[in-house]
């Protein structure tokens, strides 16, 4: 297998925390037997950027003219100085936004005064739980806000609801909402409506699912009109996509990745995957990860007495905050999990730990070195008690190395579909559940399937 080394200012993987030995037979994989099966991915690159690719995210880095669009309207709404950014959208509409945003901007964006600020304010409205929006709703200035509404759809329930209250308060409060609005969607009723309204919208990409949609409008025009830097987050998505296609599957760490996370759930009896970053900037990385795993790969393959279920168990957790948490699971549980640390080589800040107790020790310690050495005790841990992880290595949290590391992890969840046999971009069990939710609110044209809905209701059992 070729130890080709990454170039320097790329993100890199380190595989040897899942290697047999060290690590006993039972709980490790060897070298002969992840090259033999990173083989069958050898496909995956080729088919995602030929003509009739089952999904356009590895080509989207390459698609110019879309960032361009994407900068023109955040400056747009930037000149019109507007204060606070109302993101209304849900999983892939609002999780890659969200990353981005967390990842590059400065960790009190909202907290900071004005003049500090790169930029607008920014609330995430992902859920329909009324007492996130209606306080929200209670302080923010509609004179001076903006509404980027994200459905692919255009009629996703919660983005829907969470719009029409919005727009509802901005009317009541005597501001015309369609100058407060942009839109980004695709050719359903969310489309019409800006048609009709004379909304400012952006297309969502027909070839790429909500879920790999990070590098589309729906994850970068928020940030960008918050002052993050899309272009550069985007020009290193491209080159790792270049990288991609240019690599032997053993020399490409999405599909190495995807091979070994793929042998440890199938082979080792793994399949927890833990995505645990060793940077605050990067946690909400792992909600990210979390809905671009799931969704893509808990899948039922085949049909009838056959059908099967397959896909790993994606998990969010914090360094160095859940090694007094969950580490203790992953050390001493159940040895059913594969953890996948994220670690920087670089910190944007330094900050000394000064002396004085009570850990005399720490006395001129960088407060960042502290936590690598903690991440590194974490790896040695689960190494010692026959737990496999890996880590993908940034040489820092950058927009480059961040474009980086979200394409690689998109390329991992669909190499690692094509491994278990199953459609890394459809979602069928979310579509049965949006019908169900239809259902319940007594939407017209569903009464038969609320009356199966109501028979198959468990048993009342209250105590």
């Known amino acids: 297998m070729s130890q080709k080394r990454a170039r320097p200012g790329s993100i890199s993987l380190s595989l040897g925390g899942v290697l047999s030995p060290p690590l006993p037979g039972a709980h490790g994989l060897t070298r002969s037997a992840i090259a033999r099966t990173v083989e069958r991915t050898r496909e995956v690159v080729p088919q995602l950027l030929g003509r009739d690719a089952p999904s356009g995210f590895l080509k989207l880095p390459k698609r110019s003219a879309p960032v361009r669009a994407i900068e023109a309207e955040a400056r747009y709404w930037r000149r019109r100085k507007v204060r606070d950014v109302i993101h209304i959208g849900i999983g892939g509409s609002s999780l890659g936004a969200d990353a981005i945003l967390r990842a590059l901007a400065h960790p009190d964006h909202n907290l900071l005064p004005d003049a500090r600020r790169s930029g607008p304010r920014v609330h995430f409205i992902d859920n329909v739980d009324p007492e996130r929006l209606g306080a929200l709703l209670e302080w923010v200035d509609p004179r001076h806000a903006v509404v980027h509404t994200v459905s692919k759809s255009g009629g996703t329930v919660e983005t829907a609801a969470g719009f029409q209250i919005v727009r509802d308060s901005l009317t009541q409060a005597g501001v015309d909402w369609r100058r407060h609005n942009v839109f980004t969607t695709g050719k359903g009723a969310l489309r019409k409506i800006g048609q009709e309204a004379g909304i400012r919208m952006l297309p969502f990409p027909d070839d790429v699912g909500g879920r790999y949609s990070a590098l589309t409008p729906s994850g970068l025009l928020t940030p960008a009109i918050a002052g993050v830097d899309v272009s550069g987050l985007v020009a290193g998505a491209r080159r ?23 042998l440890l759930d199938t082979t080792r009896s793994k399949p927890m995957q833990v995505l645990m970053p060793y940077a605050d900037a990067l946690e909400p990385l792992g909600r990210w990860y979390v809905q671009l795993c799931g969704e893509s790969l808990g899948k039922r393959r085949g049909t009838g007495s056959r059908a099967r279920s397959v896909g790993p168990t994606p998990l969010p957790a ?35 730990i ?12 960088e407060l960042g070195a502290l936590l690598r050495a903690e991440q590194a005790g974490t790896e040695v841990a689960l190494a010692q008690a026959g737990r496999p992880s890996l880590c993908w290595d940034l040489p820092e949290i950058a927009p480059g190395p961040l474009g980086e590391l979200l394409v690689a992890l998109e390329l991992m969840t669909a190499a690692a579909g094509s491994l278990y046999g199953i459609d890394p971009y459809n979602q069928p069990g979310v579509e049965a559940g949006k019908v169900a939710a239809f259902a319940l609110i007594g939407r017209e044209g569903y009464a038969d399937e609320r009356a199966r809905i109501e028979a198959s209701r468990p048993p009342l059992w209250r105590i």
Not at 240 to 262: D, G, K, S
Not at 332 to 344: N, Q, T
Not at 354 to 365: F, I, S, T
Request: charged share 20%.
């Open 240 to 262: 790792f996509a270049q990288r991609a296609a240019r690599l032997q599957p053993a020399e490409n760490p999405a599909l190495m990745a995807a091979t070994v996370a793929f």
């Open 318 to 352: 914090r360094g160095t905050t859940d090694q007094h948490s969950q580490v203790q699971l992953f050390v001493e549980g159940p040895a059913d999990k594969l953890v996948m640390f994220v670690r920087s080589a670089r910190d944007r800040r330094a900050l000394t």
């Open 354 to 365: 000064p002396g004085n107790g009570p850990a005399e020790y720490l006395d001129g310690v």
